[in-house]
């Protein structure tokens, strides 16, 4: 019975992982400009303004081919932008929350690996490197904590990191069908579309 479960569990986990990130769409977005800046990057799109966190309320927001495009240089990206009001020297507290795509099933699970760039209104980066990031099966959160360097609006570009779609970003143990007797490794990998949470924290 024991060889029937693994074998099983073999089989599955075999089929789950089939299921090739690089397999999306064609990008519809292909007659759309291509920003090669952070500024034309910021004209290309509409700005969303950020929302305040508000738990399981907080709104989610497709990067799909629809979005304008931004070449990075290594790859190239689709893409939102979102905005927000800070005075000079105010702390500001942001977060992308990177969702696995629905459905989240099988043992190769797919996200987003997010790219994201706090610019001013000039496209200059202000910050690039997350203050803190984690990862769990399901969720990849970047966050970053700050202060204003000059009152203005400010904005959070975020993008997909299409530099090596396919690759996983997460591993962790599951059971298998609530098993108790058997655990797998599952991993979550690299697309190049998905669905993100972006919002600030109050102070």
Not at 6 to 17: G, I, K, S
Not at 39 to 45: D, F, G, K, P, T
Not at 154 to 174: E, P, W
Not at 178 to 201: Q, T
């Amino acid at each position: 019975m024991d060889k029937f479960i693994t074998l099983a569990a073999c089989l599955l986990l075999a089929a789950c992982a089939g299921k090739s990130p690089t397999s999306q769409p064609a990008t519809e977005a292909d007659i759309r400009p291509i920003a090669s800046t952070t500024l034309e990057a910021i004209h290309n799109s509409d700005a969303i303004p950020m929302p305040i966190n508000a738990g399981l309320l907080t709104p989610n927001w497709p990067i799909s081919a629809k979005e304008p495009r931004i070449n990075f240089g290594s790859s190239i990206s689709n893409y939102r932008v979102f905005s927000l009001e800070l005075k000079k020297g105010e702390s500001y507290s942001l977060s992308v929350n990177s969702l696995c795509n629905e459905p989240c099933e099988g043992f190769n699970k797919l996200a987003i690996k997010p790219r994201a760039l706090l610019l001013d209104a000039s496209g200059a980066v202000i910050a690039k490197k997350p203050t803190n990031a984690s990862s769990v099966l399901g969720q990849i959160t970047l966050s970053w904590d700050g202060q204003a360097p000059e009152s203005g609006t400010y904005y959070l570009l975020v993008a997909a990191d299409n530099d090596d779609i396919g690759r996983t970003m997460v591993i962790d143990d599951s059971w298998l069908s609530n098993s108790p007797l058997m655990s797998v490794n599952a991993g979550m990998s690299s697309a190049p579309f998905g669905k993100i949470s972006v919002y600030s924290k109050p102070h």
